[in-house]
């Protein structure tokens, strides 16, 4: 079957986006047009001023800007797919790590690495859970007025099937290609004040 919709992925930061945008470029032949990386200026504007392009039929649109979702009135009834985690402590924990260690100069790994001991500074805490209460504020003010699934991480780790995609369940755990491998180590042998990051993310996100 022709899939000829217009495709946008909203990506929160470690949570299997990558994985899964390059899974659907490969099964829906698409290329993967991450938006961001055309900004000038303010992103808010060029979302906003963007239309409809002709070949955006044949590319997986993707954005880790929430406030893009406003500009969506710009286009043909999209279908829109967000990329999540349950897990908010180990979501964020998993971006301080990978900017303030190693594992910055190096996208993946297949062997158990060496990772320092570091204290996670609260306040950076606090600014990753405010950005994330920000991007479900966006999420639920234009989400319904188009096609539109929630993609966990956790969920997608052993196979998730599509609402609107004509394509078979995946799932990292499931996939065959090897697209990516998850980096093995354990957080909380690495962040000394875990409890403390911990509580800040369950006082404001309870299933977290």
């Known amino acids: 079957m ?3 919709e217009i495709l946008w992925l909203f990506r929160e930061p470690r949570t299997g986006s990558s994985w899964l945008n390059i899974k659907l470029s490969k099964l829906l032949n698409r290329e993967r047009n991450f938006l961001d990386d055309q900004a ?5 504007n060029f979302f906003l001023k963007r239309i409809q392009h002709e070949d955006d039929i044949n590319h997986i649109l993707s954005t880790h800007h929430f406030q893009a979702l406003e500009s969506l009135q710009n286009y ?3 279908i829109i797919i967000r990329t999540l985690r349950k897990n908010k402590v180990e979501q964020f924990l998993s971006q301080y ?5 190693e594992l910055k100069y190096i996208r993946y790994y297949e062997e ?3 990772l320092q001991p570091m204290m996670v500074p609260k306040k950076k805490a606090i600014l990753f859970m405010e950005k994330c209460l920000e991007n479900q504020v966006f999420w639920d003010k234009y ?4 096609r539109n699934e929630t993609v966990y991480y956790e969920d997608l780790v052993n196979g998730h099937n ?3 995609l004509p394509i ?10 090897n697209i990516l491998k998850k980096i093995p180590y354990d957080k909380r042998e690495i962040v000394l004040n875990y409890d403390q990051i911990e509580k800040i993310f369950l006082d404001n996100f309870p299933n977290s």
């Open 162 to 164: 599509f609402k609107y």
């Open 76 to 78: 043909k009834d999209p």
């Open 143 to 146: 989400s319904n007025q188009y």
């Open 168 to 177: 078979p369940k995946i799932g990292m755990n499931i996939d065959d290609d």
């Open 112 to 114: 158990k690495i060496n």
């Open 2 to 4: 022709e899939f000829k």
């Open 40 to 44: 000038i200026g303010d992103l808010t």
């Open 97 to 101: 790590i990978g900017l303030h260690s």
